[in-house]
């Protein structure tokens, strides 16, 4: 099993332009999630989805899309990227919304200018 | 915001135990004590979770106290792998998500 799997490791984006996060589990979780990490500021919760179909927000959702088509993929869509959402980002998953651990992807490092 | 204090970075002998304190003084009865760790340049790890018993498994001892506002992670023999920022982390269990609000977790330096 590859696990949570995170594409691209490196972006770089000039201001407003969009683009796609990629994220993908071989696990058959329910529950997965996105998460940007900032210095000194820990990680912050972003989207997240219960199952297929199904998304919601979480703490900063703001310039955030996502959609849940099918059970292994999670796409993070910028709209029109800004500055403030250099970072880096997390995808995660679970077996349910109820399940004792997250399972972590290896990060999406993102730089806009 | 994050419901624990943790220290901002502790040192610790490789070989030796490594004793991470985390205070949760405002945990509510159904809510869990849950420790990540991460690496640098990865994603978080999980590590052990307890409600009230201390609880171990391979990789770590979790000591809550009695009234349950402060916790430990133990690990027992120190490797300089084991250097990386620890999270300790509060959750609601059967909350409406699998939301954990990291705070900014303590930063583990194994010294050889």
């Known amino acids: 099993n590859a696990g949570v799997t995170q594409t691209p490791k490196f972006q770089v984006l000039k201001t407003g332009q969009s683009m796609t996060l990629q994220c993908a589990q071989d696990?058959?979780?329910?529950?997965m999630s996105w998460y940007r990490q900032d210095p000194g500021m820990g990680l912050r919760l972003i989207h997240y989805?219960?199952?297929?179909?199904?998304?919601d927000q979480g703490e900063v959702p703001n310039g955030y899309n996502v959609s849940r088509s099918t059970t292994e993929d999670f796409p993070l869509r910028l709209l029109s990227a800004a500055p403030s959402q250099t970072s880096v980002y997390f995808c995660?998953?679970?077996?349910?919304?109820?399940?004792?651990?997250?399972?972590f992807g290896s990060g999406t490092q993102l730089s806009v200018l | 915001d994050a419901k624990t204090t943790q220290p901002t970075s502790m040192d610790c002998a490789e070989g030796r135990a490594a004793n991470l304190p985390c205070n949760h003084s405002t945990i509510s009865g159904n809510e869990y004590v849950y420790w990540y760790r991460q690496i640098h340049s990865q994603g978080p790890q999980y590590i052990i979770h307890?409600?009230?018993n201390n609880e171990t498994n391979e990789m770590a001892s979790l000591i809550i106290t009695e009234d349950r506002k402060s916790s430990t992670l133990i690990l027992p023999h120190a490797t300089l792998r084991d250097t990386a920022v620890y999270y300790c982390?509060?959750?609601?269990?059967?909350?409406?998500?699998?939301?954990?609000?990291f705070g900014t977790g303590t930063l583990l330096a194994v010294q050889p």
């Open positions: 982390i509060v959750r609601e269990w059967g909350g409406a998500t699998n939301k954990l609000i």
């Open positions: 989805s219960v199952g297929a179909g199904i998304t």
């Open positions: 696990m058959n979780h329910e529950y």
């Open positions: 307890g409600l009230k």
């Open positions: 995660a998953s679970s077996y349910s919304r109820l399940a004792e651990k997250l399972f």
